[in-house]
């Protein structure tokens, strides 16, 4: 089992920038692929950024955030972080960390296999 808990979260201005951090314990953290997920009032939860468990790091961005955010790890503090610069209002989600162990950029096609989830922290942004 891995347990995950999701921090950071809050009201900002449009331009603002936020830091996610999602703290997991349980099993093993180094061999898990990490995810950030996000879920619209009324639209379906989706992929935001994932990053590999593997020495390269792999990283993996819905096309909608390239540029803005950034995702990273840190091993030694079991800890998955989401930089979000320039928000906008369409940021605005309930936003998910994820653990899997299969490779990274499968995050974002098999979301509903993917195993242990946060539960989520609220982002909303205002114009």
């Known amino acids: 089992q891995v347990q995950l808990v999701e921090s950071g979260g809050g009201l900002v201005q449009a331009g603002d920038s936020l830091r996610l951090s999602c703290a997991a314990s349980?099993?093993?953290?180094?061999?898990?692929?990490m995810g950030w997920f996000r879920q619209a009032p009324g639209k379906e939860r989706e992929f935001v950024a994932a990053?590999?468990?593997?020495?390269?790091?792999?990283?993996y961005y819905a096309d909608s955030v390239k540029g803005r955010f950034t995702i990273s790890r840190d091993n030694a503090k079991n800890t998955v972080y989401l930089q979000m610069n320039n928000l906008n209002t369409e940021d605005t989600a309930v936003y998910y960390c994820?653990?899997?162990?299969?490779?990274?950029?499968?995050?974002?096609?098999?979301?509903?296999?993917?195993?242990?989830w946060g539960q989520g922290t609220q982002v909303t942004v205002s114009s």
């Open positions: 349980g099993r093993t953290f180094s061999k898990f692929a």
């Open positions: 994820a653990a899997d162990p299969r490779p990274a950029q499968a995050m974002g096609v098999w979301t509903d296999t993917i195993p242990y």
């Open positions: 990053i590999s468990w593997s020495r390269d790091r792999a990283i």
